[in-house]
C-alpha cells in the first residue's frame, strides 16, 4: 500500500516536514505503527501552544541531530519544556562536504558514505536513545529533515522490515515538504560565505541518493544488521528499536 504524504503529515505552523513513520507494511504482514515514530525539520519556530499540543497528543521525547551552531542560531524550544525528554546528538559533526566540491560526482551520496563510515558512534547513541525511550512518540529531526534525519529513518525502517521502495519514497517525501525553506536556506548559506553552487547540490532529495545509501549499506557494511552490530548495537538493541517501530503505542500522536 502507498502511504501519501497527507496521510502522514503533521500540518503545524511552526514547523516543516514533520511526519508520522507509521503505516509501512513489514515484512511477515504487519506494519508501522502510527504514533510511535516522527521525523521532522527544525522545530524552533514552534509556538508555545503547539509545544503543548504534541506533548499532550504522546509526544515523549525529541532528539535534535543538529551541530551546535545550528542549535546556538535556532535554539529548540523542547529543551526547556519539562514535560518531554530532550537530547543533542551532532550526528554530521566535523563533516565538511563542501571542501569536496569538484572531487565528488554526487556530493550528497558521499557524504552519506563517510557518515556512516565516521559517524558509527554517534548513529549509535542516536538509536539506543530510540531504542530506550520511555513510552509515547519520539521524534527525531535536523534542519530540513531530510539527511541526518533520513539515514536514521531509512535505518529504522529497514530494521522494521520495511520493503526497500517504501523507505526510497519515505525519504522523496521530504523535497516538495522542505520547498518552501530552501531559498532561506540558501541565503543564510550565502551570508557566511559558503560555496552556494555546492550547498544547493546538497539540497536534493532523490530516491537514487539514498538508494545509494542502501547500497553502501549492503556492500560497505553486510546490511543494516551487521552495521548495527559493528557501531555496538547488541541484537536486544536492534530487538527493541523494532519493536518501537511495530508494536502500538499506551497514548500515540
Known amino acids: 500500500m502507498t502511504i501519501q504524504p497527507d496521510q502522514r503529515l503533521l500540518r503545524l505552523s511552526g514547523a516543516l516536514n514533520v511526519r508520522d513513520l507509521g503505516g509501512y507494511a513489514t515484512a511477515g504482514g504487519g506494519s508501522t505503527q502510527w504514533g510511535r515514530v516522527l521525523r521532522a525539520a527544525s522545530l524552533h519556530r514552534l509556538e508555545a501552544a503547539e509545544l503543548e499540543a504534541l506533548a499532550g497528543r504522546g509526544l515523549a521525547t525529541v532528539i535534535d541531530l543538529r551541530r551546535a551552531g545550528e542549535l546556538h542560531e535556532a535554539p529548540n524550544p523542547f529543551s526547556r519544556h519539562g514535560g518531554v525528554a530532550y537530547h543533542h546528538v551532532s550526528l554530521f559533526d566535523r563533516l565538511a562536504p563542501l571542501e569536496m566540491v569538484g572531487n565528488s560526482d554526487n556530493l550528497l551520496l558521499d557524504l552519506y558514505k563517510i557518515a556512516l563510515r565516521e559517524r558509527g558512534a554517534e548513529f549509535a547513541r542516536v538509536l539506543n536513545l530510540i531504542a530506550d525511550a520511555p513510552d509515547g512518540a519520539v521524534l527525531f529531526h535536523c534542519t530540513a529533515g531530510k539527511d541526518r534525519t533520513g539515514l536514521i529513518a531509512a535505518i529504522l525502517l529497514l530494521v522494521a522490515g ?7 519514497q519515505d525519504y522523496a517525501m521530504t523535497g516538495p515538504l522542505i520547498a518552501p525553506m530552501l531559498e532561506e536556506l540558501v541565503e543564510h548559506a550565502r551570508a557566511k560565505g559558503l ?9 536534493t532529495c532523490e530516491p537514487a541518493t539514498m538508494e545509494g545509501a542502501l547500497i553502501e549499506l549492503d556492500t560497505a557494511h553486510g546490511g543494516v544488521e551487521a552495521y548495527l552490530a559493528a557501531i555496538g548495537l547488541p541484537e536486544k538493541t536492534v530487538e ?10 499506551v497514548r500515540a500522536v
Open 195 to 203: 560555496n552556494v553552487d555546492g550547498f544547493r547540490q546538497l539540497l
Open 162 to 168: 520495511v520493503d526497500r521502495d517504501q523507505i526510497l
Open 240 to 249: 527493541r528499536l523494532r519493536d518501537r517501530l511495530t508494536k502500538p503505542a
